[in-house]
Protein backbone atom coordinates (compact mmCIF):
# COMPACT_ATOMS: atom_id res chain seq x y z
CA UNK A 1 0.00 0.00 0.00
CA UNK A 2 1.33 3.25 -0.67
CA UNK A 3 1.37 5.74 2.31
CA UNK A 4 -1.40 8.33 2.01
CA UNK A 5 0.81 10.72 3.56
CA UNK A 6 2.94 10.34 0.15
CA UNK A 7 -0.31 11.07 -2.01
CA UNK A 8 -0.82 14.46 -0.50
CA UNK A 9 2.49 15.23 -1.08
CA UNK A 10 2.20 13.76 -4.54
CA UNK A 11 -0.55 16.02 -5.32
CA UNK A 12 0.28 19.05 -3.65
CA UNK A 13 3.74 18.80 -6.16
CA UNK A 14 1.39 17.90 -9.57
CA UNK A 15 -0.20 20.64 -12.33
CA UNK A 16 -3.26 18.98 -12.86
CA UNK A 17 -3.58 21.31 -16.11
CA UNK A 18 -0.55 20.18 -16.97
CA UNK A 19 -0.94 16.82 -16.53
CA UNK A 20 -4.45 16.90 -18.46
CA UNK A 21 -2.74 18.94 -21.24
CA UNK A 22 -0.37 16.10 -22.46
CA UNK A 23 -3.78 14.03 -23.36
CA UNK A 24 -6.07 17.10 -24.26
CA UNK A 25 -5.10 20.36 -25.24
CA UNK A 26 -6.47 22.70 -22.84
CA UNK A 27 -8.09 26.60 -23.39
CA UNK A 28 -7.38 29.29 -20.69
CA UNK A 29 -11.12 30.13 -19.52
CA UNK A 30 -10.68 32.90 -17.12
CA UNK A 31 -9.16 31.16 -13.83
CA UNK A 32 -9.63 27.95 -15.10
CA UNK A 33 -9.22 25.77 -18.13
CA UNK A 34 -11.38 24.31 -20.58
CA UNK A 35 -11.85 21.63 -23.26
CA UNK A 36 -14.05 19.33 -25.13
CA UNK A 37 -14.58 16.65 -23.07
CA UNK A 38 -12.33 13.69 -23.29
CA UNK A 39 -14.93 11.24 -22.09
CA UNK A 40 -17.96 11.74 -24.18
CA UNK A 41 -18.61 13.16 -27.86
CA UNK A 42 -19.33 17.25 -27.85
CA UNK A 43 -19.24 20.06 -30.29
CA UNK A 44 -19.09 22.87 -27.41
CA UNK A 45 -16.36 22.47 -24.55
CA UNK A 46 -17.86 21.93 -21.17
CA UNK A 47 -15.01 20.18 -19.50
CA UNK A 48 -13.15 22.45 -16.84
CA UNK A 49 -9.84 22.39 -15.39
CA UNK A 50 -9.58 24.18 -12.13
CA UNK A 51 -5.77 24.73 -10.92
CA UNK A 52 -6.68 25.90 -7.46
CA UNK A 53 -8.88 23.29 -6.77
CA UNK A 54 -6.62 20.73 -8.68
CA UNK A 55 -9.63 18.96 -10.22
CA UNK A 56 -11.49 18.50 -13.29
CA UNK A 57 -15.78 17.92 -14.02
CA UNK A 58 -17.39 18.12 -17.52
CA UNK A 59 -20.30 19.80 -16.52
CA UNK A 60 -21.74 17.75 -19.96
CA UNK A 61 -21.27 13.74 -18.70
CA UNK A 62 -20.24 14.10 -14.63
CA UNK A 63 -17.40 13.08 -15.19
CA UNK A 64 -14.93 14.65 -12.40
CA UNK A 65 -11.61 13.88 -10.55
CA UNK A 66 -7.95 14.53 -9.42
CA UNK A 67 -4.93 14.03 -11.62
CA UNK A 68 -4.65 10.82 -10.46
CA UNK A 69 -8.00 9.71 -11.41
CA UNK A 70 -7.62 11.01 -14.70
CA UNK A 71 -5.16 9.19 -15.24
CA UNK A 72 -6.97 5.85 -14.75
CA UNK A 73 -10.05 7.04 -16.52
CA UNK A 74 -8.41 8.28 -19.75
CA UNK A 75 -5.38 6.13 -19.51
CA UNK A 76 -6.79 2.71 -18.29
CA UNK A 77 -4.40 2.78 -15.35
CA UNK A 78 -4.32 0.76 -12.02
CA UNK A 79 -4.16 3.66 -9.47
CA UNK A 80 -0.30 2.44 -8.55
CA UNK A 81 0.73 2.83 -11.91
CA UNK A 82 -1.31 6.60 -12.16
CA UNK A 83 0.83 7.30 -8.83
CA UNK A 84 3.92 6.10 -10.23
CA UNK A 85 3.69 7.95 -13.74
CA UNK A 86 2.93 11.23 -11.76
CA UNK A 87 5.65 10.45 -8.89
CA UNK A 88 8.42 10.09 -12.02
CA UNK A 89 7.24 13.53 -14.12
CA UNK A 90 7.88 15.27 -10.90
CA UNK A 91 11.00 13.89 -9.73
CA UNK A 92 9.59 11.90 -6.77
CA UNK A 93 10.11 8.18 -6.21
CA UNK A 94 7.12 6.01 -4.43
CA UNK A 95 8.33 4.90 -1.39
CA UNK A 96 9.39 1.62 -0.65
CA UNK A 97 6.21 -0.45 1.23
CA UNK A 98 6.29 -2.97 4.21
CA UNK A 99 7.88 -5.97 3.57
CA UNK A 100 4.34 -7.72 3.95
CA UNK A 101 3.02 -5.50 1.17
CA UNK A 102 5.71 -6.04 -0.80
CA UNK A 103 4.67 -9.82 -0.32
CA UNK A 104 1.14 -9.54 -1.37
CA UNK A 105 2.61 -7.49 -4.68
CA UNK A 106 4.70 -10.10 -5.73
CA UNK A 107 2.26 -12.40 -4.98
CA UNK A 108 -0.22 -10.76 -7.19
CA UNK A 109 2.29 -10.06 -9.90
CA UNK A 110 3.02 -14.23 -9.67
CA UNK A 111 -1.04 -14.96 -10.33
CA UNK A 112 -0.86 -12.44 -13.30
CA UNK A 113 2.15 -14.21 -14.88
CA UNK A 114 0.54 -17.74 -14.01
CA UNK A 115 -3.01 -16.71 -15.61
CA UNK A 116 -1.19 -15.03 -18.35
CA UNK A 117 0.30 -18.37 -19.39
CA UNK A 118 -2.77 -20.39 -18.26
CA UNK A 119 -4.37 -17.68 -21.39
CA UNK A 120 -1.56 -18.75 -23.80
CA UNK A 121 -2.10 -22.40 -23.31
CA UNK A 122 -5.86 -22.08 -23.36
CA UNK A 123 -5.75 -20.64 -26.98
CA UNK A 124 -2.97 -22.83 -28.41
CA UNK A 125 -5.18 -25.67 -27.68
CA UNK A 126 -8.04 -23.78 -29.25
CA UNK A 127 -6.22 -24.48 -32.37
CA UNK A 128 -5.94 -27.90 -31.81
CA UNK A 129 -9.85 -28.78 -31.08
CA UNK A 130 -11.59 -29.36 -33.80
CA UNK A 131 -14.66 -29.77 -31.56
CA UNK A 132 -13.77 -26.19 -29.84
CA UNK A 133 -13.91 -24.51 -33.34
CA UNK A 134 -16.84 -26.03 -34.93
CA UNK A 135 -18.69 -25.29 -31.66
CA UNK A 136 -17.61 -21.86 -31.48
CA UNK A 137 -18.23 -21.66 -35.63
CA UNK A 138 -21.57 -23.36 -34.90
CA UNK A 139 -21.92 -20.19 -32.69
CA UNK A 140 -21.81 -17.79 -35.75
CA UNK A 141 -18.29 -16.51 -34.64
CA UNK A 142 -15.04 -16.28 -36.82
CA UNK A 143 -11.70 -16.36 -35.89
CA UNK A 144 -10.94 -12.62 -35.96
CA UNK A 145 -13.24 -12.78 -32.96
CA UNK A 146 -12.41 -15.33 -31.12
CA UNK A 147 -8.47 -13.28 -30.96
CA UNK A 148 -10.09 -10.12 -30.29
CA UNK A 149 -11.07 -11.94 -27.05
CA UNK A 150 -8.80 -14.29 -26.31
CA UNK A 151 -11.13 -17.21 -26.65
CA UNK A 152 -9.29 -20.72 -25.76
CA UNK A 153 -10.32 -24.17 -24.84
CA UNK A 154 -9.47 -25.97 -22.05
CA UNK A 155 -8.76 -30.07 -23.05
CA UNK A 156 -10.28 -32.99 -21.28
CA UNK A 157 -7.08 -33.59 -19.31
CA UNK A 158 -7.18 -33.62 -15.70
CA UNK A 159 -3.84 -32.06 -15.16
CA UNK A 160 -3.12 -30.14 -18.58
CA UNK A 161 -1.42 -27.25 -17.50
CA UNK A 162 1.22 -29.21 -16.03
CA UNK A 163 2.99 -29.82 -19.18
CA UNK A 164 3.32 -25.43 -19.68
CA UNK A 165 3.81 -24.48 -16.14
CA UNK A 166 7.59 -24.51 -14.07
CA UNK A 167 5.70 -26.17 -10.79
CA UNK A 168 2.26 -27.60 -10.98
CA UNK A 169 2.79 -27.83 -6.82
CA UNK A 170 2.96 -24.12 -6.72
CA UNK A 171 0.54 -22.03 -4.72
CA UNK A 172 -0.11 -19.60 -7.16
CA UNK A 173 -1.71 -22.14 -9.04
CA UNK A 174 -4.24 -22.58 -6.74
CA UNK A 175 -4.42 -19.10 -5.48
CA UNK A 176 -5.17 -18.06 -8.97
CA UNK A 177 -8.24 -20.79 -9.16
CA UNK A 178 -6.36 -22.75 -12.03
CA UNK A 179 -6.54 -25.91 -10.00
CA UNK A 180 -7.93 -27.61 -6.83
CA UNK A 181 -6.21 -29.52 -4.03
CA UNK A 182 -8.49 -32.07 -2.29
CA UNK A 183 -7.61 -34.72 -0.30
CA UNK A 184 -3.86 -34.50 -1.40
CA UNK A 185 -4.46 -34.43 -4.88
CA UNK A 186 -4.55 -31.49 -7.80
CA UNK A 187 -6.08 -31.26 -10.75
CA UNK A 188 -7.02 -28.49 -13.32
CA UNK A 189 -10.23 -26.57 -12.51
CA UNK A 190 -11.39 -26.29 -16.41
CA UNK A 191 -11.25 -29.14 -18.15
CA UNK A 192 -13.12 -29.87 -21.77
CA UNK A 193 -14.23 -26.10 -22.00
CA UNK A 194 -14.36 -22.78 -23.80
CA UNK A 195 -12.10 -20.29 -22.16
CA UNK A 196 -13.55 -16.69 -21.73
CA UNK A 197 -10.44 -15.27 -20.12
CA UNK A 198 -11.40 -12.02 -17.98
CA UNK A 199 -9.62 -8.86 -18.43
CA UNK A 200 -8.97 -6.02 -15.82
CA UNK A 201 -8.39 -2.49 -16.84
CA UNK A 202 -5.06 -2.74 -17.91
CA UNK A 203 -5.82 -6.07 -20.20
CA UNK A 204 -4.34 -8.55 -17.66
CA UNK A 205 -6.06 -11.87 -17.44
CA UNK A 206 -7.43 -11.89 -13.86
CA UNK A 207 -9.70 -14.94 -13.97
CA UNK A 208 -11.97 -17.01 -16.12
CA UNK A 209 -14.87 -17.89 -17.11
CA UNK A 210 -15.60 -21.77 -18.94
CA UNK A 211 -18.27 -23.11 -21.01
CA UNK A 212 -18.97 -26.72 -21.23
CA UNK A 213 -18.53 -28.01 -24.64
CA UNK A 214 -22.04 -30.32 -24.93
CA UNK A 215 -24.13 -31.33 -21.99
CA UNK A 216 -22.79 -31.18 -18.77
CA UNK A 217 -22.99 -29.46 -15.73
CA UNK A 218 -22.61 -26.06 -14.71
CA UNK A 219 -22.85 -24.92 -18.07
CA UNK A 220 -20.69 -21.86 -16.85
CA UNK A 221 -17.50 -22.45 -14.75
CA UNK A 222 -16.17 -19.27 -13.17
CA UNK A 223 -13.08 -18.68 -11.61
CA UNK A 224 -13.33 -18.52 -7.79
CA UNK A 225 -12.71 -15.16 -6.01
CA UNK A 226 -8.75 -14.74 -5.66
CA UNK A 227 -6.08 -11.71 -4.52
CA UNK A 228 -6.87 -10.77 -8.27
CA UNK A 229 -10.80 -11.31 -9.21
CA UNK A 230 -13.90 -10.05 -7.24
CA UNK A 231 -17.10 -11.21 -9.24
CA UNK A 232 -18.89 -8.07 -7.52
CA UNK A 233 -16.69 -5.59 -9.05
CA UNK A 234 -15.53 -6.89 -12.23
CA UNK A 235 -17.03 -6.92 -15.82
CA UNK A 236 -16.36 -9.10 -19.11
CA UNK A 237 -15.89 -7.15 -21.49
CA UNK A 238 -15.43 -4.25 -20.63
CA UNK A 239 -11.42 -3.91 -21.48
CA UNK A 240 -12.39 -4.83 -25.24
CA UNK A 241 -15.62 -2.61 -25.06
CA UNK A 242 -13.66 0.58 -23.64
CA UNK A 243 -13.53 2.21 -26.91
CA UNK A 244 -16.78 1.73 -28.37
CA UNK A 245 -18.41 2.65 -25.21
CA UNK A 246 -16.54 6.18 -25.41
CA UNK A 247 -17.75 6.39 -28.70
CA UNK A 248 -21.52 5.70 -28.09
CA UNK A 249 -21.48 6.96 -24.56
CA UNK A 250 -24.02 3.77 -24.09
CA UNK A 251 -23.08 0.49 -22.17
CA UNK A 252 -25.20 -2.75 -22.57
CA UNK A 253 -25.02 -4.99 -20.18
CA UNK A 254 -25.96 -8.78 -20.61
CA UNK A 255 -25.54 -11.66 -18.68
CA UNK A 256 -23.44 -14.68 -20.20
CA UNK A 257 -20.11 -14.12 -21.94
CA UNK A 258 -21.29 -15.78 -24.99
CA UNK A 259 -23.84 -12.84 -25.77
CA UNK A 260 -20.98 -9.90 -25.41
CA UNK A 261 -19.00 -12.16 -27.78
CA UNK A 262 -22.10 -12.52 -30.12
CA UNK A 263 -22.72 -8.90 -29.96
CA UNK A 264 -19.78 -8.03 -30.35
CA UNK A 265 -19.70 -10.62 -33.64
CA UNK A 266 -22.66 -8.40 -35.00
CA UNK A 267 -20.95 -5.16 -34.77
CA UNK A 268 -22.74 -4.17 -31.08
CA UNK A 269 -19.06 -3.48 -29.46
CA UNK A 270 -20.13 -1.63 -26.67
CA UNK A 271 -21.82 -4.55 -24.49
CA UNK A 272 -20.85 -6.51 -21.22
CA UNK A 273 -21.69 -8.65 -18.59
CA UNK A 274 -21.61 -10.00 -15.03
CA UNK A 275 -19.48 -12.49 -14.02
CA UNK A 276 -21.81 -15.54 -12.87
CA UNK A 277 -23.16 -13.38 -10.49
CA UNK A 278 -27.06 -10.87 -9.72
CA UNK A 279 -25.67 -6.90 -11.12
CA UNK A 280 -24.32 -4.90 -8.04
CA UNK A 281 -23.70 -1.03 -7.04
CA UNK A 282 -20.10 -1.60 -8.06
CA UNK A 283 -20.95 -2.45 -11.06
CA UNK A 284 -23.48 0.79 -11.63
CA UNK A 285 -21.10 2.75 -10.61
CA UNK A 286 -18.21 1.58 -12.88
CA UNK A 287 -20.50 1.75 -15.52
CA UNK A 288 -22.13 5.58 -15.34
CA UNK A 289 -18.75 6.68 -14.87
CA UNK A 290 -17.29 5.22 -17.97
CA UNK A 291 -21.14 6.45 -19.97
CA UNK A 292 -23.91 8.62 -20.05
CA UNK A 293 -26.47 5.69 -20.61
CA UNK A 294 -26.77 2.45 -18.94
CA UNK A 295 -29.23 -0.14 -20.82
CA UNK A 296 -29.31 -3.60 -19.24
CA UNK A 297 -30.67 -6.33 -21.72
CA UNK A 298 -32.09 -9.01 -20.17
CA UNK A 299 -34.37 -12.18 -21.06
CA UNK A 300 -37.78 -11.38 -21.09
CA UNK A 301 -38.72 -14.74 -18.93
CA UNK A 302 -39.25 -14.20 -15.29
CA UNK A 303 -35.26 -15.13 -14.67
CA UNK A 304 -34.71 -12.36 -16.67
CA UNK A 305 -37.22 -9.79 -15.07
CA UNK A 306 -35.85 -10.57 -11.13
CA UNK A 307 -32.31 -10.04 -12.87
CA UNK A 308 -33.67 -6.68 -14.13
CA UNK A 309 -35.14 -5.63 -10.98
CA UNK A 310 -32.13 -6.27 -8.83
CA UNK A 311 -29.90 -4.39 -10.84
CA UNK A 312 -32.63 -1.44 -10.59
CA UNK A 313 -32.34 -1.91 -6.94
CA UNK A 314 -28.50 -1.18 -7.13
CA UNK A 315 -28.50 1.52 -9.78
CA UNK A 316 -30.98 3.64 -7.81
CA UNK A 317 -29.09 4.80 -4.72
CA UNK A 318 -25.75 5.32 -7.22
CA UNK A 319 -28.24 6.96 -9.86
CA UNK A 320 -27.05 10.53 -10.98
CA UNK A 321 -29.04 12.90 -12.36
CA UNK A 322 -28.22 13.42 -16.51
CA UNK A 323 -27.51 10.02 -16.49
CA UNK A 324 -30.05 7.24 -18.17
CA UNK A 325 -30.82 3.62 -16.67
CA UNK A 326 -33.03 1.51 -18.88
CA UNK A 327 -33.97 -1.83 -19.28
CA UNK A 328 -34.32 -3.84 -22.72
CA UNK A 329 -36.36 -6.90 -22.45
CA UNK A 330 -35.88 -9.72 -25.27
CA UNK A 331 -38.88 -12.07 -26.06
CA UNK A 332 -39.29 -15.51 -24.13
CA UNK A 333 -37.49 -18.01 -26.78
CA UNK A 334 -34.27 -15.61 -26.51
CA UNK A 335 -31.06 -14.04 -25.20
CA UNK A 336 -29.15 -11.30 -26.70
CA UNK A 337 -26.85 -13.98 -28.91
CA UNK A 338 -29.51 -15.68 -30.38
CA UNK A 339 -31.36 -12.56 -30.99
CA UNK A 340 -29.05 -10.42 -32.98
CA UNK A 341 -28.35 -13.54 -34.95
CA UNK A 342 -32.15 -13.42 -35.72
CA UNK A 343 -33.02 -9.95 -36.31
CA UNK A 344 -29.85 -8.23 -37.06
CA UNK A 345 -27.45 -5.44 -35.29
CA UNK A 346 -30.10 -2.48 -37.08
CA UNK A 347 -32.97 -3.81 -35.54
CA UNK A 348 -31.13 -5.00 -32.33
CA UNK A 349 -30.15 -0.55 -31.92
CA UNK A 350 -33.79 0.02 -32.70
CA UNK A 351 -34.81 -2.09 -30.02
CA UNK A 352 -32.24 -0.89 -27.69
CA UNK A 353 -33.00 2.58 -28.48
CA UNK A 354 -36.46 2.34 -27.11
CA UNK A 355 -35.54 0.19 -24.09
CA UNK A 356 -37.84 0.77 -21.03
CA UNK A 357 -37.07 4.11 -18.52
CA UNK A 358 -35.70 3.12 -15.19
CA UNK A 359 -38.79 5.25 -13.51
CA UNK A 360 -41.48 3.48 -16.22
CA UNK A 361 -40.23 -0.41 -15.33
CA UNK A 362 -40.43 0.25 -11.40
CA UNK A 363 -43.56 1.92 -11.83
CA UNK A 364 -44.66 -0.91 -13.87
CA UNK A 365 -43.78 -3.41 -11.33
CA UNK A 366 -44.80 -2.04 -8.64
CA UNK A 367 -48.73 -1.34 -9.73
CA UNK A 368 -49.21 -4.97 -10.97
CA UNK A 369 -49.06 -5.97 -7.14
CA UNK A 370 -51.94 -3.74 -6.31
CA UNK A 371 -54.95 -2.23 -7.30
CA UNK A 372 -55.09 0.93 -7.92
CA UNK A 373 -59.10 1.38 -8.57
CA UNK A 374 -59.08 1.53 -4.74
CA UNK A 375 -57.67 3.60 -2.13
CA UNK A 376 -56.39 0.28 -0.38
CA UNK A 377 -54.72 -0.66 -3.34
CA UNK A 378 -53.20 2.90 -3.84
CA UNK A 379 -51.76 2.89 -0.32
CA UNK A 380 -50.73 -0.66 -0.90
CA UNK A 381 -48.89 1.03 -3.94
CA UNK A 382 -47.80 3.69 -1.64
CA UNK A 383 -46.18 1.45 1.25
CA UNK A 384 -44.46 -0.67 -2.07
CA UNK A 385 -43.07 3.02 -3.86
CA UNK A 386 -41.50 4.25 -0.49
CA UNK A 387 -38.23 2.17 -0.08
CA UNK A 388 -37.35 2.05 -4.02
CA UNK A 389 -38.13 5.90 -4.11
CA UNK A 390 -36.40 6.88 -1.18
CA UNK A 391 -33.60 5.34 -1.99
CA UNK A 392 -32.41 7.65 -4.87
CA UNK A 393 -29.99 10.16 -4.01
CA UNK A 394 -30.58 12.20 -7.27
CA UNK A 395 -32.24 14.85 -6.38
CA UNK A 396 -33.92 15.26 -9.89
CA UNK A 397 -34.48 11.66 -9.80
CA UNK A 398 -35.95 12.07 -6.42
CA UNK A 399 -38.24 14.65 -6.92
CA UNK A 400 -39.72 13.47 -10.50
CA UNK A 401 -40.49 10.03 -9.27
CA UNK A 402 -42.06 12.12 -6.30
CA UNK A 403 -44.23 13.60 -8.59
CA UNK A 404 -45.00 10.63 -11.04
CA UNK A 405 -46.01 8.82 -7.74
CA UNK A 406 -48.21 11.65 -6.48
CA UNK A 407 -49.88 11.55 -9.93
CA UNK A 408 -50.92 7.69 -9.45
CA UNK A 409 -52.43 7.84 -6.36
CA UNK A 410 -53.92 11.26 -6.42
CA UNK A 411 -52.01 13.39 -3.95
CA UNK A 412 -50.10 16.41 -3.90
CA UNK A 413 -46.38 16.79 -4.19
CA UNK A 414 -45.75 18.10 -1.11
CA UNK A 415 -47.46 15.40 1.23
CA UNK A 416 -45.66 12.73 -1.38
CA UNK A 417 -42.36 14.64 0.21
CA UNK A 418 -43.54 14.29 3.55
CA UNK A 419 -44.64 10.68 3.62
CA UNK A 420 -41.54 9.61 0.37
CA UNK A 421 -38.67 11.83 1.30
CA UNK A 422 -35.48 11.08 -0.93
CA UNK A 423 -31.70 10.64 -0.19
CA UNK A 424 -31.17 13.00 -2.21
CA UNK A 425 -33.84 15.71 -1.65
CA UNK A 426 -34.21 17.77 1.25
CA UNK A 427 -36.51 17.50 4.29
CA UNK A 428 -39.84 18.53 3.49
CA UNK A 429 -40.45 19.83 7.26
CA UNK A 430 -37.64 22.15 6.45
CA UNK A 431 -39.07 24.41 3.38
CA UNK A 432 -37.96 27.69 3.27
CA UNK A 433 -39.78 30.75 4.84
CA UNK A 434 -41.13 33.66 2.82
CA UNK A 435 -38.41 35.85 5.34
CA UNK A 436 -34.87 36.76 4.91
CA UNK A 437 -32.10 34.65 5.96
CA UNK A 438 -32.00 34.03 9.37
CA UNK A 439 -30.26 31.75 11.81
CA UNK A 440 -34.10 30.48 12.51
CA UNK A 441 -34.66 29.52 9.29
CA UNK A 442 -33.17 26.47 8.61
CA UNK A 443 -33.16 26.59 4.47
CA UNK A 444 -32.33 29.62 4.58
CA UNK A 445 -34.72 31.81 2.93
CA UNK A 446 -34.82 33.01 -0.46
CA UNK A 447 -31.70 32.93 -2.17
CA UNK A 448 -30.22 36.38 -3.27
CA UNK A 449 -30.17 38.16 -6.06
CA UNK A 450 -27.14 38.50 -8.64
CA UNK A 451 -24.20 41.00 -8.17
CA UNK A 452 -21.56 42.11 -9.62
CA UNK A 453 -21.15 38.99 -11.90
CA UNK A 454 -22.34 36.05 -8.58
CA UNK A 455 -24.22 33.70 -10.58
CA UNK A 456 -27.54 33.59 -8.62
CA UNK A 457 -28.53 30.85 -6.60
CA UNK A 458 -30.14 28.15 -9.11
CA UNK A 459 -32.44 27.09 -6.27
CA UNK A 460 -32.38 26.72 -2.67
CA UNK A 461 -30.17 23.37 -1.65
CA UNK A 462 -32.02 20.27 -1.64
CA UNK A 463 -28.84 18.31 -0.42
CA UNK A 464 -29.09 17.05 3.09
CA UNK A 465 -27.16 18.93 5.88
CA UNK A 466 -24.17 16.34 5.59
CA UNK A 467 -23.58 17.07 1.84
CA UNK A 468 -24.04 20.74 2.01
CA UNK A 469 -21.17 21.10 5.04
CA UNK A 470 -18.59 18.71 2.48
CA UNK A 471 -19.71 20.73 -0.40
CA UNK A 472 -18.65 24.15 1.73
CA UNK A 473 -15.54 22.38 3.70
CA UNK A 474 -14.48 21.77 0.19
CA UNK A 475 -14.86 25.03 -1.04
CA UNK A 476 -13.21 26.76 2.51
CA UNK A 477 -11.50 24.03 4.36
CA UNK A 478 -10.97 26.28 7.13
CA UNK A 479 -14.52 25.91 8.07
CA UNK A 480 -13.89 22.36 8.46
CA UNK A 481 -12.61 23.80 12.40
CA UNK A 482 -16.40 24.92 12.88
CA UNK A 483 -17.67 20.64 12.28
CA UNK A 484 -18.25 20.00 16.24
CA UNK A 485 -20.72 16.97 15.49
CA UNK A 486 -19.83 13.64 17.07
CA UNK A 487 -19.53 10.73 15.31
CA UNK A 488 -17.69 7.20 15.63
CA UNK A 489 -15.80 5.19 13.53
CA UNK A 490 -18.38 2.60 12.47
CA UNK A 491 -20.85 5.89 11.53
CA UNK A 492 -21.20 4.73 7.99
CA UNK A 493 -24.29 7.57 7.82
CA UNK A 494 -23.48 10.88 5.18
CA UNK A 495 -22.97 12.77 8.64
CA UNK A 496 -20.31 10.70 9.55
CA UNK A 497 -18.84 10.99 6.17
CA UNK A 498 -18.61 14.90 7.12
CA UNK A 499 -17.02 13.97 10.41
CA UNK A 500 -14.26 12.01 8.94
CA UNK A 501 -14.18 15.07 5.93
CA UNK A 502 -13.91 17.36 8.76
CA UNK A 503 -11.20 15.27 10.94
CA UNK A 504 -9.03 14.66 8.10
CA UNK A 505 -8.85 18.49 7.07
CA UNK A 506 -8.31 19.44 10.52
CA UNK A 507 -5.46 16.84 10.07
CA UNK A 508 -3.72 18.26 7.98
CA UNK A 509 -3.69 21.90 9.50
CA UNK A 510 -6.77 22.63 6.72
CA UNK A 511 -4.11 23.04 3.82
CA UNK A 512 -5.85 20.67 1.16
CA UNK A 513 -7.19 20.83 -2.16
CA UNK A 514 -10.01 19.04 -3.50
CA UNK A 515 -7.72 16.46 -5.06
CA UNK A 516 -6.43 15.80 -1.59
CA UNK A 517 -9.65 14.60 0.37
CA UNK A 518 -10.70 12.80 -2.69
CA UNK A 519 -7.68 10.75 -3.11
CA UNK A 520 -7.58 9.75 0.58
CA UNK A 521 -11.28 8.68 0.77
CA UNK A 522 -10.50 7.03 -2.42
CA UNK A 523 -12.21 3.03 -2.19
CA UNK A 524 -13.63 3.95 1.17
CA UNK A 525 -17.58 4.01 2.28
CA UNK A 526 -17.28 7.71 1.84
CA UNK A 527 -16.04 8.40 -1.84
CA UNK A 528 -18.96 7.84 -3.34
CA UNK A 529 -20.68 11.01 -0.95
CA UNK A 530 -17.68 12.75 -1.15
CA UNK A 531 -17.32 12.08 -4.90
CA UNK A 532 -21.01 13.79 -5.14
CA UNK A 533 -20.06 16.53 -3.00
CA UNK A 534 -16.82 17.38 -5.08
CA UNK A 535 -19.04 17.33 -8.37
CA UNK A 536 -21.75 19.57 -6.91
CA UNK A 537 -23.42 22.31 -9.71
CA UNK A 538 -22.99 24.79 -6.41
CA UNK A 539 -19.16 23.83 -6.03
CA UNK A 540 -18.62 26.01 -9.21
CA UNK A 541 -20.40 28.93 -8.23
CA UNK A 542 -18.99 29.38 -4.43
CA UNK A 543 -16.89 32.89 -4.61
CA UNK A 544 -15.74 33.00 -0.99
CA UNK A 545 -14.26 36.35 -1.37
CA UNK A 546 -17.57 37.96 -2.52
CA UNK A 547 -19.40 40.60 -0.26
CA UNK A 548 -22.84 39.04 -1.43
CA UNK A 549 -21.62 35.41 -0.71
CA UNK A 550 -21.52 34.76 3.22
CA UNK A 551 -20.33 30.72 3.07
CA UNK A 552 -19.48 31.07 7.07
CA UNK A 553 -23.41 31.66 7.58
CA UNK A 554 -24.38 28.90 5.30
CA UNK A 555 -22.23 26.79 6.71
CA UNK A 556 -23.57 27.10 10.05
CA UNK A 557 -27.21 26.68 9.28
CA UNK A 558 -26.03 23.76 7.52
CA UNK A 559 -24.36 22.77 10.90
CA UNK A 560 -27.41 23.49 12.51
CA UNK A 561 -29.60 21.73 10.83
CA UNK A 562 -27.53 18.45 11.19
CA UNK A 563 -27.08 19.33 15.08
CA UNK A 564 -30.92 19.24 15.16
CA UNK A 565 -31.12 16.04 13.23
CA UNK A 566 -28.98 14.14 15.42
CA UNK A 567 -30.71 15.11 18.29
CA UNK A 568 -33.68 14.24 16.59
CA UNK A 569 -32.28 10.76 16.07
CA UNK A 570 -30.72 10.21 19.02
CA UNK A 571 -34.52 11.31 20.95
CA UNK A 572 -36.32 8.58 18.38
CA UNK A 573 -33.29 6.01 19.31
CA UNK A 574 -33.95 5.93 22.95
CA UNK A 575 -37.75 6.51 23.27
CA UNK A 576 -37.83 3.09 20.57
CA UNK A 577 -35.01 1.50 22.96
CA UNK A 578 -37.53 2.44 25.98
CA UNK A 579 -40.66 1.14 23.98
CA UNK A 580 -38.79 -2.26 23.57
CA UNK A 581 -38.15 -2.30 27.51
CA UNK A 582 -41.51 -2.07 28.21
CA UNK A 583 -42.69 -4.58 25.59
CA UNK A 584 -44.58 -2.01 23.64
CA UNK A 585 -42.49 -2.42 20.34
Known sequence: ????????????????????????????????????????????????????????????????????????????????????????????????????????????????????????????????????????????????????????????????????????????????????????????RFRDRVMFPILDSRGSVIGFGGRVIGEGEPKYLNSPETPLFEKGRELYGLFQARRAIRDTQTVIVVEGYMDVVALAQSGVENAVATLGTATTSNHVQKLLRVAENLVFCFDGDAAGRRAAWRALEQSLPVFADGKDVRFMFLPAEDDPDTYVRRVGKEQFLSDLAAAKPLSAFLFEELEGQADMSSEEGRTRFLSLARPYISAVSAPALGMMLQRKLAERIGLGLIE??????????????????????????????????????????????????????????????????????????????????????????????????????????????????????????????????????????????????????????AEREAVMKRAAELGLS
Open 1 to 188: MIPPDFIQQLLGRVDIVEVIDRQVKLKKAGQNYSACCPFHNEKTPSFTVSPAKQFYHCFGCGAHGTAIGFLIEYNGMGFRDAVKELAESVGMSVPAESPQAIEQAQAALSLTDVLGVAAAFYRNQLKQSPKAIDYLKGRGLTGEIAARFGLGYAPDDWQGLKGVVADYTASSLVDSGLVIDRDGKRYD
Open 416 to 569: IQQLVPTAGGRDPSQRPGPGPRSAGNAEGGQPRPSRDGLPQRRKVLRDPPATQLIVRMLAKPQLAGRFDVPSHDGDTSPTGSAYRVAAFIRDHDFEVTQAMVIEHFRDTPDQPLIAHAAAHPLLTEIDTEHPDFDIDAEFDEALARLRDQALAD
